[in-house]
């Protein structure tokens, strides 16, 4: 998926049970990266500007879910991301592990190839922070499991400020992409999207690399 002002305003199509609302997205201020800070681990300014991003995503899942869906572990996937997430500050060269990019707009088909073919490396799905906007977007990639950085495959070098994962085992994620014809498996609307949200990640589809978010971050629930 290439990086757009458009695909970052259709974000809340990811969430069908809320409304567009009228939000100004802004850019992080000095003194909220120094709030995180404060709460148990250092985040950059791009990184502040993805937690807040997602804080924004995880507050409308919140707000517009219907009564039928209350009784699920969370309301959004940018809720889940905030909650069990891993956080990648640095990328790493595809050269080094073998990989070259892929065609852009095609994220999800592109790690998915690269995971297949390199054995050493991890699908993972979330959401990174362009550099040509303030807005996360949707988003998959690959991580070594050597915890090098994020591989990045469809995005132009170097346009990747921050990424917000969840690392899938190959198990997972071949089952799921199976199941839904190599759609993202981050969507509500699917039996293993909606799982997700009403009961977490079990304990085999999650792959231990990166740095975990509680370590930067304390969910606001």
């Not at 909650?83 to 990328?91: A, K, M, S, Y």
Request: some cysteine.
């Amino acid at each position: 998926m290439s990086a757009t002002a458009g695909e970052s305003r259709a974000q809340i199509a990811w969430y069908p049970w809320v409304s567009e609302p009228s939000v100004s997205f802004t850019r992080v201020s000095a003194s909220q990266v120094s709030r995180w800070a404060e709460w148990g681990g250092m985040v950059d300014r791009s990184m502040g500007e993805l937690i807040r991003f997602l804080e924004v995503m995880a507050e409308f899942g919140r707000r517009g879910a219907q009564r039928h869906l209350q009784h699920f572990r969370f309301l959004a996937f940018a809720e889940l991301l905030l909650t069990e997430g891993r956080v990648w500050h640095t990328t790493v060269e595809p050269e080094r592990f073998g990989a070259t990019h892929g065609p852009e707009r095609e994220c999800y088909s592109n790690a998915t190839s690269l995971a297949e073919s390199k054995h050493d490396l991890i699908y993972v799905e979330g959401f990174g922070l362009p550099a040509v906007m303030p807005l996360g977007t949707e988003h998959a990639w690959c991580v070594p499991r050597t915890d090098d950085g994020v591989i990045e495959v469809t995005w132009p070098r170097n346009d990747g400020l921050a990424y917000i994962d969840l690392p899938f085992t190959d198990e997972f994620r071949r089952k799921i992409q199976h199941e839904t014809d190599r759609l993202p498996i981050l969507l509500p609307h699917t039996e293993a999207g909606r799982s997700l949200l009403q009961d977490g990640p079990p304990a085999d589809a999650i792959v231990d690399v990166g740095q975990p978010i509680a370590e930067v971050y304390v969910a606001r629930r």
